[in-house]
């Protein structure tokens, strides 16, 4: 797996729009979106409900094609990959962190994280090793054999970054992050991955109208009706103590 | 692979209820079909064994004999037999050959004219003893000792009132048509099981010879191997064979009913296991297919991991065949105990209606199933089949929820 190299571009958005049929009539979620994204960033989509921040992420995420323009990631175009190919660029080099955690409710938090690990086509070699120091990182050495519904949603939410970052992806999508937490729960969560950040160089980019989010994000990309009306880049605020999970 | 197995295993485990639900429907499929399997072998297998044994593994008549035999043509006898006899014996694999003539005639007690109908059949003793087992079969009396004496089917003797010791008067024809009466002494009264066979009055070969006017010979010679399995080799032999070039020479299962009976049982029993398991399937297929629209969310999760479609694949028939597996075995072991302590211990008793059965049809009253331990490996096996089959469906939906439905689920 090869790293990215920081300031290097990431993935590129050239003139996308995309269309959803709704019944007869065609919904318009992006109108002609053309951003960059460049290696080691921690950047925020802002916007109201219906912006198309999450359909941005999507379109990144290897999740859905767009109806025109071009969506790069590490310079490959991703429209011109097939179905399974999608796939393991997303098992490799995509981590998700979803609003509703999304962790396998059977699984146990080590299992969650493992089978992301196995999923990536990972080594066997060191997994166990690996996904032990992916859920000690976020502060889960003492819950790794607990399922999703003995942890809190803090926890859950840790879990799922651990899942994430286990096969150190070029990139991590968290699509509103916090929105199910707490605002203490929501800051140690968004310092967690500040962190991982400034330590690994992981690209983090999130989809939020939380402003504990945007205060955090050194670039703020806001949509409106599915264009880009502002982006910016700013100086993070001084990061808050993380409160426990 | 190990996660993957892990995690149907515990998703099997999630919906205890829907689970149970299904592998009940299992269960009683794989009940069914243990149940049918040993009952269809039972009475099939016995009504097989019983009809080519009184029909003749391998039968040798004329051409013209076996053209009209529905209407007993003594005309078209072999009127030397000791010739075609020698030869069937000489033959590998045959371990007895028997002549035997048969008629309709009516049958009464003292001189009147009988109303009644019956069948009579005249072979040597050997015959009876080996083909029917007769002597075991008669609850009254003994087995006829001469031609003087004879043994008649419990059904035939109590039309006509007959008992023990009485004078039956059978009238018959010759080979030429003339009318041709005898009277023998009642040695013995038969029960075979069997309403048509019931029907029968068995006297020695010598007095049908009489009777029928064919002095030396016979209209049919029955062929024996030492199984059932061995007339397929016979039969080949004797046809091949220059001395018998001008008889017709068929196996049991190449003459009517049975050569269109046999294929039609076949696929008569494939027809009924194909129906339970497809109507086992069906409630496997629904529960599962409830089991995928509730974790739509999870599976575009794993999707948007990089799970891939055959493995989503895997990951519900594994599942189904998690919970099939359970209801498999617990309905192969209660099918088995019913199929061999109710069906073949106790057996089935069909009543009358088996009376009605044409003569040489010969079905037993009480149907007695014939399990065997191979039926449980068969019949769980059709198990794990139907949890494929039903769950083949819904897990080829899964694989197909695209994985940004994780992302706008659940917001």
């Given at each position: 797996m090869t790293s990215p190299v920081p300031g290097a571009a990431l993935c590129q958005l050239v003139g996308v729009k995309k269309n959803y049929p709704m019944g007869d009539l065609v919904v318009q979620a992006l109108k002609g979106v053309s951003v960059e994204v460049t290696a080691g960033e921690f950047t925020a989509f802002a916007g109201p409900s219906g912006s198309g921040k999450s359909t941005v992420l999507n379109l990144i995420g290897c999740l859905d094609r767009p109806s025109e323009g071009q969506v790069f990631l590490e310079g490959r175009?991703?429209?011109?990959?097939?179905d399974s190919a999608l796939g393991d660029v997303r098992a490799r080099r995509i981590g998700f962190i979803f609003q509703s955690f999304n962790l396998i409710p059977v699984l146990t938090a080590f299992e969650n994280v493992e089978l992301a690990m196995k999923l990536s086509g990972a080594s066997e070699k060191g997994q166990k090793e690996r996904v032990e120091e992916a859920l000690r990182s976020v502060g889960l050495a003492d819950y790794m054999t607990r399922r999703p519904a003995q942890l809190s949603g803090g926890q859950q939410q840790r879990v799922a970054i651990a899942r994430a970052l286990v096969k150190q992806p070029a990139l991590i999508i968290a699509?509103?992050?916090?929105?199910?937490?707490?605002s203490k729960n929501g800051a140690a969560i968004l310092d967690l991955m500040r962190t991982m950040n400034a330590d690994n160089g992981t690209t983090f980019l999130f989809s939020t109208h939380d402003k504990m989010v945007m205060d955090r994000a050194r670039r703020i990309i806001r949509l409106s009706d599915g264009q880009v009306i502002d982006d910016e880049r700013v100086e993070p605020s001084p990061t808050p103590v993380a409160a426990g999970g | 692979m190990r996660l993957l197995y892990a995690l149907a295993l515990r998703n099997a485990r999630r919906n205890v209820r829907r689970s149970m639900l299904t592998a009940t429907t299992i269960m009683l499929g794989v009940a069914l079909l243990t149940c049918g399997m040993a009952w269809t072998r039972g009475a099939f297998g016995g009504i097989l064994q019983k009809a080519s044994n009184v029909m003749g593994p391998v039968r040798i008549v004329t051409p013209k004999f076996a053209q009209k035999e529905q209407l007993f043509p003594l005309a078209e006898n072999m009127p030397e037999i000791e010739p075609i006899l020698a030869i069937a014996r000489a033959t590998p694999g045959v371990v007895g050959a028997y002549p035997r003539i048969q008629m309709p005639v009516t049958i009464t007690v003292g001189d009147d004219i009988g109303e009644h109908f019956a069948l009579v059949q005249g072979a040597p003793n050997e015959w009876y003893d080996q083909a029917l087992d007769l002597s075991h079969h008669i609850v009254e009396g003994r087995m006829f000792k001469d031609d003087t004496e004879a043994v008649v089917g419990m059904t035939a003797a109590s039309d006509v009132g007959a008992k023990l010791g009485d004078e039956l008067v059978l009238l018959g024809q010759t080979q030429d048509g003339s009318i041709s009466p005898i009277k023998v002494k009642i040695a013995g009264i038969s029960d075979l099981g069997s309403g048509a066979q019931n029907r029968f009055v068995y006297v020695s070969l010598g007095k049908m010879q009489w009777m029928a006017d064919i002095e030396h010979g016979a209209t049919e010679i029955l062929v024996y191997g030492?199984?059932?399995?061995d007339a397929q080799a016979i039969g080949e032999a004797l046809k091949v064979n220059p001395g018998l070039k001008d008889l017709a020479i068929a196996r049991w299962d190449e003459r009517p009913p049975f050569s269109a009976i046999a294929g039609i049982i076949g696929a008569l029993q494939s027809i009924a296991a194909g129906v339970i398991v497809f109507i086992t399937a069906l409630g496997v297929l629904n529960t599962m297919l409830m089991s995928v629209l509730e974790r739509t969310a999870e599976i575009g999760v794993m999707r948007a991991m990089g799970l891939k479609r055959g493995a989503t694949v895997a990951l519900f028939v594994m599942e189904a065949m998690g919970i099939a597996s359970i209801g498999g075995a617990v309905g192969a072991v209660v099918g088995g105990a019913i199929a061999y302590?109710?069906?073949?211990?106790h057996g089935v008793n069909l009543g009358n209606a088996v009376n009605k059965m044409p003569p040489g049809f010969a079905i037993d009253s009480v149907i007695h199933a014939d399990w065997e331990p191979y039926m449980l490996v068969q019949s769980f096996a059709l198990g794990l089949v139907m949890a494929i089959v039903g769950g083949a469906l819904p897990a080829i939906r899964a694989s197909r929820i695209q994985p940004v439905e994780a992302m706008r689920s659940r917001r």
């Open positions: 175009d991703v429209a011109t990959l097939s699509d509103e992050p916090t929105a199910n937490l707490d | 030492a199984t059932l399995d302590f109710v069906l073949e211990v």
